[in-house]
């Protein structure tokens, strides 16, 4: 079963991929999906978010901007692809529903 992707849930991800970012050779390897079951994997411009690699992730507070409007919290998780780009997937709390899982995956080592 997946786990809420939100704000309450931010220091539960952020540690775990802190962990696994710690062991030898491994990434952090996250899908996020769009139902609570983890059948419907969520896409974006770079195509499905199924074992893409999460470098970090932040957590913004909710916040009132220079002209008053209030700003929902949210959490910002970056992706790397192992070369080409670095993506920011948004989810903004009351505004969006996602879930996710973790694993790990093996870095590949480069020998000279």
Same mark, same amino acid.
């Given at each position: 079963m997946a786990t809420a992707l /939100? %704000?309450?849930t931010y220091d539960l991800?952020?540690?775990q991929i802190q962990a696994i970012l710690k062991t030898y050779a491994q990434t952090a390897l996250i899908t996020i999906y769009s139902d609570a079951?983890? /059948?419907n994997v969520v896409t974006d411009s770079h195509g499905?978010?199924?074992?893409?690699q999460a470098m970090s992730v932040s957590y913004t507070k909710s916040y009132l901007g220079a002209d008053g409007t209030p700003t929902s919290p949210y959490l910002e998780i970056f992706f790397l692809d192992g070369s !080409?780009? !670095?993506e920011i997937f948004k %989810?903004?709390?009351n505004e969006h529903?996602?879930?996710? !899982?973790l694993s790990t995956g093996t870095i590949k080592t480069l020998s000279f």
């Open positions: /939100n %704000t309450s991800l952020n540690s079951d983890g /059948n499905p978010i199924k074992d893409r !080409t780009f !670095t %989810t903004v709390d529903e996602f879930w996710y !899982t």
